[in-house]
């Protein structure tokens, strides 16, 4: 999200989650990894880190939770104290692009619906170069579902997401980068919709008539987002990639 901090704050803030996402797919995605045991864990782009809770609570081990959204991870940091694990969470004001230099290796890299920030495959590769030797990257990214894809559903994501890929391509552009995809799996719609577009759909209809053009423009957008969503014959969602370093 390249937005001004006030969009951000109008739009997304007090909203659990920033993007499709579940707690309970969080869990599924990290069960699914062979060991439990990591001694640095980076969660990149954690928003105000609904999945960086579960991480903490789940491997009982210090996160690094990244994020250029400072009133994100102030708002995850409060969080983190109100369940008493805020010693298990460590914020970073930072740029998910500087984690190489940052932190050198790695053990488990999560990141949730945030890499494309980058560029989805640029973020695999260089963070390949720090993720240990049989460590793991697990990531969800947005992924074409099935080639019948409405006209109305192509144009979109062609001007808002040239780069989107199917679940193939991206688990080759994994193969590539370093990596043994160990599982993918789909997340439902109501993953989109519980606590996130049922949320901002009604924030988005509200400022339609702010002031401030770009914001009314941005308004405009989401509602258009969601009503290409809800005709998408689900030719696309969000698919999550289990990640193991070669
Ligand atoms: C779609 S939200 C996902 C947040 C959270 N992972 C979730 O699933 O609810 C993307 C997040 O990435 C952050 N972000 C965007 N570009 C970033 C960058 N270059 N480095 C670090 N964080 C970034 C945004 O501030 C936002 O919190």
Redesign the pocket.
């Known amino acids: ?1 390249n937005f001004t901090p006030e969009i951000i704050d109008l739009f997304f803030g007090g909203l659990k ?3 499709p ?1 579940d707690d309970a797919y969080t869990l599924r995605a990290l069960r699914r990894l062979p060991t439990q045991q990591f001694s640095v864990v980076v969660d ?4 105000t880190g ?2 960086t809770l579960i991480l903490a609570k789940e491997l009982n081990a210090l996160i690094h939770a ?4 400072q009133p ?1 991870l102030n708002e995850l940091a409060r969080c983190a104290q109100k369940v008493g694990i805020d010693h298990l969470i460590q914020t970073h004001c930072m ?3 500087d984690i190489p230099s940052i932190f050198p290796q790695i053990d488990l890299l999560w990141s ?3 890499a494309y ?2 560029g989805f495959s640029n973020a695999l590769k260089s963070w390949a170069s720090v993720v240990n030797p049989s460590g793991f990257v697990v990531v969800s990214e947005l992924s074409w579902l099935h080639n019948k894809i409405p006209n109305t559903v192509k144009e979109f994501f062609l001007s808002v997401y040239p780069d989107m890929h199917t679940i193939k391509q991206i688990c080759e552009i994994a193969e590539t980068a370093g990596y043994q995809v160990l599982e993918t799996f789909i997340l439902p719609k109501e993953t989109w919709v519980k606590d996130y577009y049922d949320i901002l759909e009604p924030r988005a209809k509200n400022l339609l008539d702010h002031p401030d053009s770009s914001v009314r423009d941005f308004a405009a957008d989401i509602i258009k987002e969601i009503k290409i969503f809800h005709c998408s014959e689900e030719s696309y969602g969000y698919a999550f990639f289990i990640l193991q370093r070669v």
């Open positions: 999200m989650k920033q993007g996402g990149a782009g954690c928003g609904r999945q990244i994020d250029t959204h994100f740029d998910m692009k949730e619906g945030a920030t980058i």
